[in-house]
């Protein structure tokens, strides 16, 4: 098994709303609900992301989420271009001769809070559209990123 490197940050205060699973989208899975997350970065409330639920896990979540400050931990992976939904893996250049498009291995980030009782809520993965950089230097930038304050879905538009 490979190790990882997991950069951490400091610790924030964090935001959370919970949406039963009767009303929540329909993305999200029956019998879960739906937590809403952000964090408090230099007082500016910066959303993370809305994860899923078990129902019977929902009071352990929160009670993790309320027992104090979380750090964002990051980990750099390698995501297979073929994993991705259609049309997100390397768009083909006509230009080249190109005509399908390429699905190979992409550098990424896996995005968790740690909350203070130990338990490790996993976020987002935010795969970058190019293979040029590694995935520790996606790492790097993206909680570099969060700690400057940057919104997790402009984080996932950025080139």
């Not at 795969?127 to 700690?147: D, H, M, N, Y």
């Amino acid at each position: 098994m490979t190790d990882f490197n997991a950069f951490v940050s400091p610790e924030y205060p964090v935001l959370h709303s919970i949406v039963g699973s009767e009303r929540t989208d329909p993305a999200i899975p029956a019998g879960h609900a739906a937590f809403s997350l952000g964090l408090l970065v230099k007082g500016i409330p910066s959303f993370l992301a809305t994860v899923p639920v078990e129902a019977s896990q929902v009071e352990g979540v929160a009670e993790s989420l309320d027992s104090g400050d979380v750090r964002v931990a990051v980990v750099g992976i390698s995501v297979d271009g073929s994993d991705l939904p259609t049309g997100v893996a390397t768009a083909p250049e006509p230009w080249k001769g190109e005509t399908e498009e390429k699905e190979h291995d992409l550098p990424a980030a896996f995005l968790s809070l740690v909350c203070s009782d130990g338990r490790r809520i996993g976020v987002a993965r935010i795969v970058a559209k190019q293979g040029s950089a590694s995935p520790e230097e996606v790492a790097r930038f993206v909680l570099e990123q969060i700690t400057r304050g940057v919104q997790i879905p402009d984080l996932a538009s950025t080139p």
